[in-house]
């Protein structure tokens, strides 16, 4: 068992728990069955732009 | 009184040399100030009835756009709704406290992309800069994480220095689990923090709003406010089944907490966001159909006074005739 060690393996592996957790709802969602597959993933879009500011001076925008 | 107000905007175009002060008269003060205006006789309705139309036009779009934003609020309040069961289990376990004394806070402010929405950006970022006020002190620390662009254009004007990260475009899709939870994902790894402080306006009614703050501990606080005691520690009542330790538990629990406490703070405040500029896009129009129906008056008058005019001259002329 992964979670018997010091970290679990998602950890070790610069996971935090939401993206570890957001993994495992997407494996979920890919289980479904057409149309509500599609649908389903359709709904999880994902799009902002960071960007990280260092000493009141915005440094390159990224995605 | 009317008639004179309009003879001198009438004039006012026409020899803009002789009177350039009252040019910058607001429409209200017109009619304070009566004089009669010598050799003017027929007057330009024009630049009223432009002026009707312009109105009349900004009266159309505010409605449409309160149409929509109210169409919009009853989508998302369902939603906003929902998602407050998923961060009342959190407070049930681990309670809120605002009050926690640490070094390292981080103040999430959450805002709008788009404006004409009234004051609840303002508020938000008003309550961040108190919540940065009451955090600061020697050998403490806070720093501004940023959502949406009406807070950034606020804070970047004084807090430049504090701003650690800005996200924008975040409402470009329908709001969803996954995009705030790869937000906060991007935030955890992006800041280090002993408290993160949520700044958002939660959802009441349609004409309310409540600024809201949330705090999110960090797992070694959470540890050491646990052994103080209070609600915090009753946490060593509860049994972690499987391999893993207290502090790990902690830590996933934290960090599935913040990106739970983001996705409705999100929700909520775009909800609040909808409901405040319906009711601004309300109170717009309504003040653009008063300005109409004073301009209409006003037209209406004047046109009646020339009429009148022309008519008195056409038979006082033919009564001299006869005479």
């Known amino acids: 068992m992964a ?8 950890r070790s592996a610069g996971m935090t728990y939401i993206t570890y957790s957001n993994l495992c709802a997407n494996l979920v969602r890919q289980c479904l069955k057409e149309p509500y597959k599609s649908e389903a993933l359709n709904r999880e879009k994902v799009h902002f732009s960071v ?13 | 009184m009317a008639m004179a107000a309009l003879r ?9 040399l002789i009177s350039p002060l009252r040019s910058s008269l607001a429409p209200s003060e017109y009619e304070t100030m009566e004089q009669a205006v010598s050799g003017a006789r027929s007057i330009s309705t024009q630049i009223v009835r432009n002026r009707m139309k312009s109105v009349r036009n900004i009266q159309k779009i505010t409605k449409a756009m309160k149409m929509v934003a ?26 809120d406290t605002p009050s926690v004394d640490v070094k390292k806070n981080v103040i999430v402010t959450v805002s709008s992309d788009k404006g004409l929405c009234g004051g609840i950006n303002s508020t938000s970022v008003k309550i961040s800069r108190g919540l940065y006020k009451v955090n600061s002190g020697p050998e403490k620390e806070s720093k501004y994480v940023i959502l949406g662009e009406k807070a950034k254009a ?8 504090d701003i650690q990260l800005i996200i924008t475009e ?6 969803n689990y996954t995009q705030v939870a790869v937000l906060a994902d991007d935030i955890l790894k992006n800041v280090e923090y002993d408290a993160l402080r949520i ?26 406010e646990a052994e103080a005691g209070g609600k915090l520690g009753e946490l060593d009542s509860y049994e972690i089944e499987g391999g893993e330790t207290k502090s790990e538990v902690l830590q996933n629990l934290t960090e599935f907490q913040f990106s739970c406490v983001m996705f409705n703070a999100v929700l909520e405040n775009a909800c609040s966001e909808q409901g405040a500029r319906m009711s601004a896009m ?39 005739l006869q005479g």
């Open chain 2, 70 to 95: 109210a169409s919009k609020l009853r989508a998302i309040q369902t939603r906003a709704e929902k998602s407050r069961g998923l961060w009342q289990p959190f407070t049930a376990l681990l309670g």
């Open chain 2, 170 to 175: 975040w409402q470009k899709n329908p709001l």
């Open chain 2, 282 to 320: 309300d109170s717009s129009s309504r003040n653009a159909g008063d300005m109409l129906d004073r301009l209409t008056l006003t037209y209406n008058r004047t046109r009646q006074a020339s009429i009148t005019t022309e008519l008195i001259e056409i038979i006082s002329g033919a009564s001299a």
């Open chain 2, 154 to 161: 606020q804070l970047v004007r004084d807090s430049k220095k």
């Open chain 2, 199 to 224: 700044v958002f306006n939660k959802f009441q009614s349609v004409v309310s709003f409540l600024p809201t703050t949330t705090t999110v501990l960090s797992p070694e606080v959470v540890e050491r």
């Open chain 2, 8 to 16: 001198r905007e009438g004039r006012r175009f026409a020899v803009p």
């Open chain 1, 3 to 10: 979670s018997n060690a010091a970290v679990p393996f998602w």
């Open chain 1, 51 to 63: 960007s990280q500011w260092v000493d009141g001076k915005p440094q390159k925008p990224s995605n």
